[in-house]
C-alpha cells in the first residue's frame, strides 16, 4: 500500500498552500468548475494559443508573421523587416510592456497571471485537460494517491506522462519555428538531428522544462519563483481590482441547518463553509483568508461560489471581482494618482515605439572613405576611392539605382549602376571620383543618390572629395 502524504489542515495566510509544515509537497488538486469565468477564460486559452501557433505559420508579405532569425540577425515582424541595426527599438518595446503591466495590476489587479500569461495559457489550457481525461475529477485523483499502483495506474500514468511529453514537444518546437520559420522546422526534422544539432538541443532542452514545469512544479512557478507575484503587493492599492470574500455578509460562516429552533438559531452569514471555492483554487488558497500572494485572479472560485449561491437561493457575489475599498462598503475611485502616473508612462512608452516605427526606412545607405590613403594622383588625375554600403529592409526583392551628382570637372564612376537585393540582403558597391590635376578647386563636395524601385524612396549622401592643394594651370 501507498503511504497516504502528510497534510495539514486548512489553508493558512502565514503559509504557502502548496508546502506542508515539514516541508514536504502538497500536490494541488483543484475541482472541476463551472461557470461564466471560466467559460471566458477558456475561449481566451484558445484564442491565445490559436495565435501562439499562427505566428510563424501565416504569411504577411511573402514572410512569417513572426520570423526572429537571430542567426542571420534578420527580423519579421507582421510585414515589417528589421535587422540587427534597428535592435535599439527593443528599449521602447521592453518599457511599454512593462509599464501596460504596472498599469493592468494597478488597475485589475492580477489579471495578466490568471487570464493571459503562458503559465497559465498552457497549464490549463492544455495539461490539466489531459490530467482530467486520463485521471478523472478531483475525488478520484485525490484517492488514487493513496492507492496501490496497480496495472491499470501504471498505464494511465504512463499514458498521461506521455501526453505531457508529447504537448512539451509540440509546445517547444512551435516556439523554435518563430526562430527558423516554420518550413525552416520541418525541414530540421525531416532531415534529422546531426544536421542541425543546435536547433535539436535547444528543442530538447525547452522541451524538458516544460514537462518538468506542467508535469511536477506547476503553481510553485507562480508562488516561489515567479517575482511578479511577490511585487504585486507594490503596484496594487485599495482600489485596485481583486478577487475577494465578502466578509460583512459572508460571516459568521456555518452548515445550513435546515430545523433549528428560533429561539436558539445563530445569526448566520452567506457563507455556508462548504469550502467549495478552496478546492476549486489552482494554488490551494482559502480566498476568505483575505487577499494572498498566491491569489492568480483566476476567478474559479467565485464561479464554484456562485453556484452554492443559486443552488440554495441567495443573491451571487459573495465571492467576487471587487477592490479592497468595495468589499469594505467603500467607494472605489477608478482614478487615481498611481493609476495615472502608470498611464502616462505606458502612453509615453506606445508613442515613441510607434514614433520609432514610424521612422523605419525601407533601405539605409551608408557611404565610406577606403581605408588607406584620402587621395591618390596618377598619371594626372586625383582619384577618391568611397564605398558604398546598402541594405534593402524591405519584404521583398528590390532594385536600387546609384548616381552621382558633382561639378562638371569631376568623373564619377560606379561600376554597378544598378542593384538587386533581396529582403535585408546588403551588398557593398565601390565607387570612384576622378578629377583631373588642377582642374578645380579642391576639396569640394559631391552627393550619391540612391533611389528605391520598390518605395520610390531616394535618399542622397554627401561626401567630401579630397586632394593636393589646388595650382591653377
Given amino acids: 500500500m501507498a503511504t497516504a502524504p502528510q497534510r495539514d489542515g486548512p489553508p493558512r495566510i502565514d503559509q504557502l498552500s502548496s508546502i506542508n509544515a515539514d516541508g514536504s ?8 468548475v463551472s461557470g461564466r469565468f471560466i467559460t471566458r477564460r477558456r475561449v481566451m486559452f484558445a484564442v491565445l494559443l490559436g495565435i501562439y501557433v499562427a505566428l510563424p505559420l ?19 515582424l ?44 498552457f497549464l490549463e489550457g492544455l495539461y490539466r485537460p489531459i490530467e482530467r481525461l486520463f485521471d478523472g475529477p478531483r475525488e478520484r485523483r485525490l484517492k488514487q494517491e493513496t492507492s496501490p499502483w496497480t496495472p491499470l495506474r501504471v498505464t494511465r500514468a504512463a499514458a498521461k506522462h506521455g501526453a505531457y511529453v508529447g504537448v512539451s514537444l509540440l509546445i517547444a518546437h512551435a516556439a523554435l519555428s518563430l526562430f527558423v520559420s516554420a518550413g525552416g522546422l520541418v525541414s ?35 508562488i516561489v519563483v515567479c517575482p511578479y507575484g511577490r511585487l504585486q503587493s507594490a503596484m496594487q492599492d485599495r482600489d485596485s481590482l481583486i478577487v475577494g470574500y465578502d466578509s460583512r455578509r459572508g460571516e459568521p460562516r456555518g452548515r445550513m441547518v435546515k430545523v433549528l429552533p428560533a429561539h436558539a438559531a445563530p445569526p448566520r452569514g452567506d457563507c455556508v463553509d462548504c469550502r467549495k471555492c ?16 498566491e491569489c492568480l485572479a483566476c476567478a474559479q472560485c467565485i464561479d464554484a461560489c456562485d453556484e452554492v449561491m443559486d443552488r440554495i437561493g441567495r443573491p451571487r457575489g459573495l465571492i ?10 467603500e467607494p472605489r475611485r477608478t482614478l487615481r494618482p498611481r493609476l495615472a502616473l502608470y498611464g502616462l508612462l505606458f502612453v509615453a512608452s506606445v508613442v515613441g515605439l510607434v514614433w520609432t516605427l514610424a521612422r523605419r526606412v525601407p533601405f539605409e545607405a551608408n557611404l565610406l572613405r577606403f581605408q588607406g590613403m584620402p587621395y591618390l594622383v596618377e598619371e594626372g588625375q586625383v582619384r577618391n576611392q568611397f564605398e558604398l554600403h546598402l541594405v534593402n529592409k524591405n519584404p521583398e526583392p528590390t532594385t536600387f539605382t546609384l548616381s552621382i551628382q558633382a561639378p562638371p570637372s569631376a568623373r564619377g564612376v560606379i561600376p554597378q549602376s544598378q542593384v ?35 518605395s520610390g524612396e531616394v535618399k542622397r549622401r554627401e561626401a567630401r572629395f579630397l586632394g593636393p592643394p589646388f595650382k591653377p594651370r
Fill in 188 to 222: 530540421m526534422v525531416s532531415s534529422g538531428p546531426a544536421t542541425s544539432p543546435v536547433a535539436f538541443t535547444w528543442a530538447m532542452a525547452v522541451s524538458g522544462a516544460l514537462y518538468f514545469n506542467f508535469a511536477w512544479f506547476r503553481e510553485q512557478l507562480c
Fill in 320 to 329: 467576487r471581482y471587487d477592490s479592497l475599498k468595495g468589499l469594505g462598503s
Fill in 78 to 121: 507582421f510585414g515589417a523587416t528589421y535587422n540587427a541595426q534597428d535592435f535599439w527599438r527593443v528599449l521602447f518595446l521592453g518599457t511599454a510592456l512593462g509599464f501596460g503591466l504596472l498599469f493592468v495590476t494597478a488597475w485589475l489587479g492580477r489579471a495578466w497571471c490568471g487570464w493571459a500569461c503562458p503559465q497559465t495559457v
Fill in 278 to 293: 478552496v478546492t476549486a483554487c489552482p494554488t490551494g488558497i482559502d480566498i476568505r483568508n483575505g487577499l494572498q500572494m
Fill in 58 to 76: 501565416v504569411n504577411v508579405g511573402g514572410h512569417p508573421a513572426v520570423h526572429l532569425d537571430v542567426a542571420a540577425r534578420r527580423f519579421y
Fill in 420 to 454: 538587386k537585393l533581396g529582403s535585408l540582403e546588403s551588398f557593398r558597391v565601390p565607387m570612384f571620383i576622378l578629377v583631373p590635376q588642377g582642374s578645380t578647386e579642391v576639396p569640394f563636395d559631391f552627393i550619391v543618390e540612391v533611389a528605391d524601385s520598390a
Fill in 25 to 32: 509537497r502538497k500536490a494541488i488538486h483543484p475541482s472541476d
